[in-house]
C-alpha cells in the first residue's frame, strides 16, 4: 500500500556531487520521522542521515557539512544532497521512514536502494 522509490544514484569522482531523491507512494498516509541509510560492502547498514517529524535533523560524523537532507511534504519526497564525494562514501543508500497509515498504525518502511560509487 506504502511504498518507498530511490533514485539518482551512479559513478562520480571525489569531489563530485549527487542527489538522491525518494518518493513515497500510496494513499491514506503521512511520513513522521524520515532518513537515509547506507552499506558498503563487507560492512553494516548505517544511519547517514534522520530528519524528524519536528523538522529536526541529525547526520553522521563522517558527513556532516557535506550531506544535506531535505523533504517536499507536499509531495511525499525525500532528498540527500551529498557534495564532496570521497570513496569512502561507496554505498548502496535507503530510504527510510516511519509511515502513519490511515491514522491508525505505524510501519518502518524501506527503499529498494540506489548505489552511489565514488571512484578515486
Known amino acids: 500500500q506504502v511504498q518507498l522509490a530511490e533514485s539518482g544514484g551512479g559513478l562520480v569522482q571525489a569531489g563530485g556531487s549527487l542527489r538522491l531523491a525518494c518518493a513515497a507512494s500510496?494513499?491514506?498516509?503521512?511520513?513522521?520521522?524520515m532518513g537515509w541509510y547506507r552499506q558498503a560492502p563487507g560492512k553494516q547498514r548505517e544511519l547517514v542521515a534522520v530528519?524528524?517529524?519536528?523538522?529536526?535533523?541529525n547526520y553522521a560524523d563522517s558527513v556532516k557539512g557535506r550531506f544535506t537532507i531535505s523533504r517536499d511534504n507536499a509531495k511525499n519526497a525525500a532528498f540527500l544532497q551529498m557534495n564532496s564525494l570521497k570513496p569512502e562514501d561507496t554505498a548502496v543508500y535507503y530510504c527510510?521512514?516511519?509511515?502513519?497509515?490511515?491514522?491508525?498504525?505505524?510501519?518502518?518502511?524501506w527503499g529498494q536502494g540506489t548505489q552511489v560509487t565514488v571512484s578515486s
Open positions: 530528519m524528524s517529524s519536528g523538522g529536526s535533523t
Open positions: 500510496g494513499s491514506s498516509f503521512s511520513i513522521n520521522r
Open positions: 527510510n521512514a516511519a509511515v502513519l497509515v490511515r491514522q491508525m498504525y505505524s510501519l518502518n518502511i
